[in-house]
Each structure stands twice: as structure tokens, then as C-alpha cells.
């Protein structure tokens, strides 16, 4: 699959860490499996990994903390 950010090279396997605020909370997943470009950095997920992420932000969101930090 060609970047679709630089078109300079094929998207290659790998894992990255996605961040996002959710509900006033912040949230960063580490190891998720993604699409990495070698060339500019940049990363796609698949769509059902985010929108796995989104559901486990759900239930993490009844604890606490602020910031909340897993592993994939
Ligand atoms: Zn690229």
C-alpha cells in the first residue's frame, strides 16, 4: 500500500501510539498496530483498532485518572 501522505514509499507493518482526548479525558494507546510510511512518519490504523480503542476509552473513562496509558 503507497503512503497516501507523501507517495514515496509502501506503507510498511508496525505499531505505533495513538492519543486522543475523549470526553474531557486524555488517553494514549502504545503498541497498536498500524501502517507505518519509512519515508515521512507517517501511521494509518486500521478503522476497527480505533474503533476498539474508543470502547476500552469508554470503560477506562469510569476510573479516576486523567490520563490514562495501555498497552494494545
Ligand atoms: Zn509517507
Redesign the pocket.
Given at each position: 500500500m503507497r503512503?497516501s501522505?507523501?507517495?514515496?514509499?509502501e506503507m510498511q507493518e508496525g505499531t505505533t501510539t495513538v492519543a486522543f482526548e475523549h470526553k474531557g479525558a486524555s488517553y494514549a494507546f502504545n503498541k497498536v498496530p498500524a501502517m507505518l510510511?519509512p519515508?515521512?512518519?507517517?501511521s494509518s490504523v486500521d478503522e476497527k483498532i480505533n474503533d476498539q480503542l474508543m470502547l476500552r476509552a469508554e470503560m477506562l473513562r469510569e476510573s479516576a485518572a486523567k490520563v490514562y496509558i495501555r498497552e494494545y
Open positions: 503512503c501522505s507523501c507517495d514515496q514509499a510510511c519515508s515521512c512518519g507517517a
